[in-house]
Every structure is written in C-alpha cells, then in structure tokens.
C-alpha cells in the first residue's frame, strides 16, 4: 500500500545551504565547530598544526572541527532516557567534582575528549558531508543539559575528503594526542585503513556509532556499528527482487571506492544463491568521469533489455553522470543503495528517477514515520543546527544515532569512565529507538542493525516531489543469523 509522498519543504536549495554553514562555521550554544581544509595540515606533524583545538559545544572553550588536512545483565536504554550501568567505584558520584577527574585517557574533570574523522570535500561528501550536523545535534543538547557525570563532550573533527591514507594518519594522530573515543567516524576509507593496521585494536580506543559502509567495521572488538552494513543492503535488495518476480539482475558499481567493491560482490553471490536467477550485467565504474558511454554500451549489451533488477552502488554525482548516458533500466524494479537516499540526488535526477527505489536501514522522516517519537526528535534537533539540511540524508540519521547511542553508553557506565568500561557497557547494552529499532551487541555481535526498507522517489510534471514509502517493511539480510 502506498501513501502520499513526502514533498520538500525547504528552499531548492537547501542541501546546498546547509553544506555552506558546515564549510564555514556551524555555531551551537557557547561553542563553536570550525572546519578547516586539509591543506592546512601539515604533512607528517600532528593534526594539531593546523590551528588550535576546539571544543565543539563546550561553554568556556573554543569549539574546532577541522577538515582535510559478553557476559552480564542486559541494560535497555530508550532514545535520551539514562540507562543503569556497572556499580561506580566508591567515593564518586555523577556529578561534577565527584566524578573522579582523570579516570582515563582523554577524561578530565570537566571534558571528555573526542575526535572523528569526516568527509566535507571530494566525492563522499555528497552524500556524508552534513553528517557532522547529526553529531552537533546531540552535543549540543548534552552539553547544554551540563554533560554526563558534570563532563562535557568535547568535540574534534577532520575533513580527510574520504582519503584512506589522510583518514588513517588523523586516527593515528587524535590516538597520539590521547583522545578519549571516536564517536561515528563518517569517513569509512580512513577508518577502514586504521582498522586494517591495526591502531584501532592496538590502542584500545572505542569508535561508537559507525556508518557500516565497509565490513571491517563489523571484524573487530573495538567498534560499534549502528548502521546496516553495505553488504548486508545489497543482499537485501536483491532477496526483495527476487521475492518480487526478478530472475536478471544487473549492477553498476563503485569500482574505486571500497564500499563498490564489497557491495557488489555480496549482490552477485548472493544472486548466484538463488534458483534460477543470474547476474546478467556486472560493470565496475571509476567515479568522477565526463562520460560512461563504453561502460554503458558494455552494461546495456549484456542485459540486452531483458534485466528485471538493475542495482546502482554508486555516490550521487557519479550516479548522475551514468543516468545522463541513458543506460537500460530494470523492466521490474531499479534500485540504488544507502548512498543514493537523498533529496539532492532526487530533485537533480529529476525524470529520469521516477519509480526508483532507495534503500536505508532507519526509519526516516517521511510519512508515517515522521510520527514516531524518536524521529520527531531527531528531526527536531537536526533542524535546530541546521534548518534547511535534508533530514532523509540516512548518513545524518545514522550520525545521530551513532552519537545518541555513545552518549547513552557513557551514562551506563557513570563517573568512572574508562575506555574498558564502556565497550563492557556496549556489549552488554540494548539501544530501543524509533530510528532503527532495537539495536544489540555483545563481544561476538557487531551486525546490530540487519536489515533496510524500500522508498520510492516520486516525480510529478518531471520534478521530484517527494519520497513514497513502498510499505517492504525491514527486510533482512538472509545470510545473518
């Protein structure tokens, strides 16, 4: 059953507005969050070279956030309401002065250190880039209710313009420079190369609340994924197709970008699972071309019209470019990934889109869903930051709730803080929300978050106008326990 869709109700421009406030300073409460291009890091120093540090939100401090350069009781925390956590250590309390001080690295008194890596410039960014607005959303808000346990988050971040090798030295640098944890990490290239050498498990610092675009992010003990992985979406668009009567499958891919490559074979051999069914057409694109006509001869001539399932896994602007040279559509359904869920992407798409569907593993704002409690909230806070950022953005939805998911973690664990006790926290928590459901990890469980539901985007008189709910409900990734 299908519903009247939602329309845009802000400016034409308004992603573009938004991007412009983060490029040059976002002011929340006392603090300020400055973004500053990676050329000004100095190559090889600290990230600290390219100015002072910040906090982002924290009254009485300067705010920065730069750019390029499983044992024990189950605890249930419910959107911003305070979990019970581990017994504190006697003498503390969760008030400041009473907290301890310096339980651990990154911790004082009065702040909590904290540091992400994001993507405000290159291809990511337009797609990623208003993530930072979801975690301002909940800083801001903690800190003006005076911080957990009288400590208020202090928050750092780096544009590495989605740049593996960036990515990884600014991780290596905020471990360097004794940051507490990592919450979120939109940038998954540079956190993936982190956990791939090893910092992220050799240093023992938490990153909490990640976007799950690359699977690493699920192999390791030291990070908390909210987000449904690429591989696990993929599956799941391709078990819906299946379900629906498609037999041809074919798929354009991200073939320089990691999530392009882990996303598309997880969609063939899963396709290869199922009886009767094959991947007619399986093309590999480098993003950021004038033109995809050799590889969309290449695409059109294998599925020679007759592909009932056509999946992009590509980043806005690349998806855009291979739309324009007219390739074949699925005769059933045409289906893009979490990247594509955009109104950016949908209002410049235009025609072309209409009838696509695009798929995200939250309840976004949009339609009936906008009535649930938590995503009330949540678009009431975003909006707050930022007024004309695109809510339905997934990777600012799941921003906010990897921040919102850190921040409930840190309220189980109270005034002793250390980076031992909030992963024991994590694996032993439950986190119900309207924006995804009941989220669980344990020390063996990183897959959270399983499964993605199906949004159309609509046209009317060759414009977009709006996002139309398909009704699939979550499907789940069927390879997952």
């Known amino acids: 059953m299908s519903e009247t869709p939602r329309t845009p109700d802000r400016p034409g421009l308004g992603w573009a507005l938004s991007r412009a406030v983060l490029a040059v300073m976002v002011v929340a409460g006392a603090g300020t969050l400055a973004i500053i291009p990676p050329k000004t890091v100095a190559e090889g120093g600290p990230s600290a070279a390219a100015g002072p540090e910040i906090a982002a939100d924290v009254p009485g401090a300067g705010g920065e956030v730069s750019a390029p350069t499983d ?29 301890g ?29 208003s993530s930072p607005i979801g975690m301002q959303a909940v800083v801001r808000k903690v800190n003006r209710a005076g911080g957990i346990c009288g400590r208020l988050l202090d928050l750092t971040l780096r544009d590495d313009a989605w740049d593996a090798g960036l990515g990884r030295k600014f991780i290596r640098n905020f471990i360097d420079e004794g940051y507490f944890a990592l919450p979120v990490v939109p940038s998954s290239e540079g956190l993936t190369a982190a956990i791939e ?16 675009m690359l699977i ?21 668009m391709a078990r819906y197709g299946y379900q629906e009567s498609a037999r041809a499958f074919g798929i354009v891919y991200d073939q320089q970008y990691r999530f392009g490559r ?18 007619k057409a399986y093309v590999g694109i480098r993003p950021g071309q004038a033109s995809y006509s050799s590889e969309i001869r ?59 569907l695009v798929w995200t593993g939250y309840n976004p704002a949009i339609g009936f869903h906008a009535t649930r409690p938590d995503v009330a909230t949540y678009r009431s806070d975003v909006l707050s930051v930022s007024p004309t950022v695109d809510e339905t953005n997934q990777f600012l939805e799941g921003a906010y709730l990897g921040m919102s998911v850190f921040v409930e973690a840190l309220r189980a664990v109270g005034p002793n803080l250390t980076r031992a006790r909030l992963r024991d926290a994590l694996n032993s928590m439950a986190y119900e929300s309207d924006l995804a459901g009941a989220l669980r990890w344990t020390s063996a469980k990183r897959f959270a978050n399983r499964g993605a539901q199906a949004f159309e985007i609509v046209v009317a008189q060759g414009a977009f106008a709006g996002f139309r709910d398909r009704r699939t409900g979550f499907v789940q990734d069927p390879t997952l326990p």
């Open 101 to 129: 001080g310096p339980t651990d690295t990154g911790v004082t008194a009065d702040r909590i250190r904290l540091a992400s890596t994001v993507v405000q410039s290159g291809p990511g960014s337009s797609f990623l880039g």
């Open 262 to 279: 882990e996303g598309a074979e997880a969609f063939k051999a899963y396709v290869q699972s199922l009886p009767g069914s094959t991947t």
């Open 298 to 356: 290449r695409f059109n001539e294998a599925c020679g019209g007759k592909c009932d399932f056509v999946a992009m896994l590509l980043e806005p602007q690349t998806a855009l470019t291979w739309l324009a040279g007219r390739p074949q559509m699925g005769t059933l359904f045409t289906s893009g990934a979490q990247t594509l869920f955009n109104e950016e992407f949908a209002a410049n798409c235009g025609e072309v889109c209409g009838g696509m």
């Open 216 to 236: 690493q992010q699920y192999k390791t003990p030291w990070v908390w994924p909210v987000a449904t992985a690429t591989v696990s979406a993929m599956r799941v």
């Open 71 to 99: 044992a024990g009781s189950q605890e249930t925390a419910r959107g911003p309401e305070r979990a019970s956590g581990p017994k504190r250590r006697s003498g503390l309390a969760c008030a400041r002065g009473r907290n």
């Open 197 to 212: 050498n090893r910092d992220i498990g050799e240093a023992g610092i938490p990153v909490v609340g990640t976007d799950g």
